[in-house]
């Protein structure tokens, strides 16, 4: 078992016993989500996957956010915000803007990429350093207004 998966399961056990309903709600989404994905591909999960499944999650619930705020419901609105901030506990701690700078320049130069046709490249060196640590739809749009 991942450890990354192993301390949510124990944060599950924690938030039983001391009666965080909320908390413990969204945990078990989380865990459901992991056990889907284990069941439906028939895979034990690394700590990359987990990465990779939270990441998706939180993504959801922003769009969610959004979408609930343009509607005037910010009672659905806060139920989001408040399962972004368990998800965003078991995230590595976000880059900096400098440090996603200069991650994205190193890989412009490893690549040699001049031109938007060759952001593929790029983002195939970015994602791995960057996975559950900063938005990938900032660092696309970080990449293209440097290779523009």
Do not use: C, F, H, W
Not at 70 to 94: F, H
């Amino acid at each position: 078992m991942s450890l990354l998966k192993a301390r949510i399961t124990d944060d599950m056990k924690a938030a039983m016993r001391a009666g965080e309903k909320d908390r413990l709600g969204v945990i078990r989404l989380i865990l459901a989500a992991l056990k889907q994905r284990e069941v439906d591909e028939r895979i034990e999960l690394d700590d990359a996957q987990v990465l990779g499944i939270l990441e998706k999650m939180l993504k959801q619930r922003r769009d969610s956010i959004e979408q609930y705020t343009a509607a005037n419901r910010e009672d659905l609105a806060a139920v989001e915000r408040a399962e972004v901030e368990v998800i965003q506990t078991y995230l590595p701690t976000p880059l900096s803007s400098a440090e996603l700078e200069a991650i994205v320049s190193k890989a412009i130069a490893d690549t040699g990429a001049t031109s938007a046709r060759e952001m593929g490249k790029v983002i195939g060196l970015v994602k791995p350093q960057v996975t559950g640590r900063a938005d990938m739809g900032q660092v696309s749009e970080l990449i293209k207004a440097r290779l523009a």
